[in-house]
Structure formats: C-alpha cells, structure tokens
C-alpha cells in the first residue's frame, strides 16, 4: 500500500507506467503517472495487529513470566482466573 502525500490517495501498487521524477526522500519519492498526475508516494505498513490486541498479548505475556514460571496464581489476573473474570464481568 503506498499512500500520497499531495492528495491523500492510496494505491495498492505504483504502476509500472508511474515515472519516479525525483530522489527518494525521507521515505517518500515522486512520481509522475502516465496520465499525467504528480503523486508523492510512501510506502504505507499495515500493522499485523491493532494496538489492542498488542496490550492483550502483552498482559498475556506478563501472565506466563510472573505467574505461571513463578507457580502462583495472582488474584486479578483474568488469566489466572478466567473463570472468576468472567463471572465478575456477567455481575456488571
Ligand atoms: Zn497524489
Ligand atoms: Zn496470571
């Protein structure tokens, strides 16, 4: 996904017909289309997982090196006591 920073558009891919009229820099580059449109494109990354799911994985995480290698279950943890967290949850 590349996405231009003239016009906001985003294109999948640059066309092979796109000439790039300038050096690139700072991640962008210039190109010039075949119908005549000038788009200043970057490389766009889409990440794998939201920020959600990678504070989710982090407490997951946390879960197995403080708790599961230690040999403890902490009051609190959902993931030591999943079954307690969702009848908490069923209560609200
Ligand atoms: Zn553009
Ligand atoms: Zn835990």
């Given at each position: 996904?590349?996405?231009?920073?003239?016009?906001?558009?985003?294109?999948?891919?640059?066309?092979?017909d796109?000439?790039?009229?300038?050096?690139?820099?700072?991640?962008?580059?210039?190109f010039?289309?075949?119908?005549?449109?000038?788009?200043?494109?970057?490389?766009?990354?889409?990440?794998?997982?939201?920020?959600?799911?990678?504070?989710?994985?982090?407490?997951?995480?946390?879960?197995?090196?403080?708790?599961?290698?230690?040999?403890?279950?902490?009051?609190?943890?959902?993931?030591?006591?999943?079954?307690?967290?969702?009848?908490?949850?069923?209560?609200?």
């Amino acid at each position: 996904m590349f996405a231009c920073k003239l016009c906001n558009q985003q294109f999948e891919v640059i066309p092979n017909d796109a000439v790039p009229v300038s050096q690139m820099r700072r991640g962008y580059q210039l190109f010039r289309f075949k119908n005549g449109e000038l788009h200043d494109l970057r490389e766009v990354r889409i990440p794998a997982l939201t920020l959600e799911q990678l504070s989710a994985r982090g407490k997951r995480g946390a879960h197995t090196r403080r708790h599961i290698n230690q040999g403890i279950r902490k009051m609190g943890c959902k993931y030591c006591f999943p079954d307690t967290a969702q009848a908490e949850e069923k209560k609200l």
